[in-house]
């Protein structure tokens, strides 16, 4: 079992940056790939960027390339999304998650443990 829990989210200005984290319990973190997902108020949960499990390979939506950011450290179970040049289109409630395996992946039923989200509103 693993249990996510992510914090980092809150309101910024247009421009701005955050960093979001998802601390991880459970002895086989360092055995996920980690993904992080966004969902906004009347749309679909939507893929924003992947991990693999040593960290060496990460995956982006087009729409975040270049501005996201993310990380992990397996040594203090905690995964990172740096956020820079956040647009108002980037609001969204943020969710971690965690699949078994090593292939990175951006379908929301491809992983198996997801946290609570957090908030992040932008404004214009």
């Known amino acids: 079992q693993v249990q996510l829990v992510e914090s980092g989210g809150g309101l910024v200005q247009a421009g701005g940056s955050l960093r979001l984290s998802c601390a991880a319990s459970g002895p086989t973190f360092s055995t996920y790939t980690m993904g992080w997902f966004r969902q906004a108020p009347g749309k679909e949960r939507e893929f924003v960027a992947a991990i693999s499990w040593s960290g060496d390979s990460t995956y982006y939506v087009d729409s975040v390339k270049g501005r996201f950011t993310i990380s992990r450290d397996n040594t203090n179970k905690i995964m990172y999304l740096q956020m820079n040049s956040l647009k108002p289109e980037d609001t969204a409630v943020y969710y971690c998650?965690?699949?078994?395996?090593?292939?990175?992946?951006?379908?929301?039923?491809?992983?198996?443990?997801w946290g609570q989200g957090t908030q992040v509103t932008v404004s214009s």
């Open positions: 998650a965690a699949g078994f395996g090593s292939s990175l992946r951006r379908g929301p039923y491809e992983y198996d443990y």
